[in-house]
């Protein structure tokens, strides 16, 4: 399976992430993004061809509209939801949202960048047909093992 990894606002891409999901048999595209400086990164982005899409943080609020715009399933950890950043990704009005065959939000419980509980009433709320999973423990930046453990059931389903 293709992988889009997206990265979040100021990062880059964390190649431990990358390179366990590249031992798992994926095939990971994993671009630099400048969400401040390029305008059209979310353009950029619907032009890319990729079969999933693994987004944390920005990169998870990116994650979560390419896989309404794309039609792609995602991961989407500790995404800032209720934050309208729509803007910065200058979409244009020709492109529709399509759907999305399996969206999944994982949350810490203690993220100290992006407010969990407002990030799950704004899913609750909004989209409620969202799989949201909630871990107790978890910050905004956390580890490998977190990642691996939270991430590999999903990346285990068959979606395409």
């Given amino acids: 399976m293709k992988i889009l990894y997206l990265h979040g606002y100021q990062g880059s891409p964390n190649w431990g992430r990358i390179n366990w999901m590249k031992s798992l048999g994926h095939e990971v595209i994993a671009p630099q993004i400048d969400y401040d400086g390029d305008s059209d990164f979310f353009i950029n982005l619907l032009d890319m061809d990729f079969d999933f899409i693994v987004g944390n943080s920005l990169g998870g609020f990116t994650a979560f509209y390419l896989s ?13 939801l209720y934050m309208d950043l729509r803007v910065r990704m200058n979409v244009p009005l020709e492109y529709e949202i399509k759907g999305c ?34 871990i107790d423990g978890m910050g905004h930046r956390f580890d490998l093992e ?15």
């Fill in 68 to 80: 309404l715009y794309k039609d792609k399933p995602s991961i989407c950890i500790n995404p800032p």
């Fill in 101 to 134: 065959r399996h969206i999944s939000i994982i949350i810490g419980n203690d993220d100290e960048v992006v407010n969990p509980m407002k990030t799950y009433n704004w899913l609750t709320k909004n989209k409620p047909f969202i799989n949201i999973e909630m």
């Fill in 146 to 160: 977190t990642f691996t453990k939270f991430t590999q059931p999903i990346l285990n389903k068959d979606f395409i």
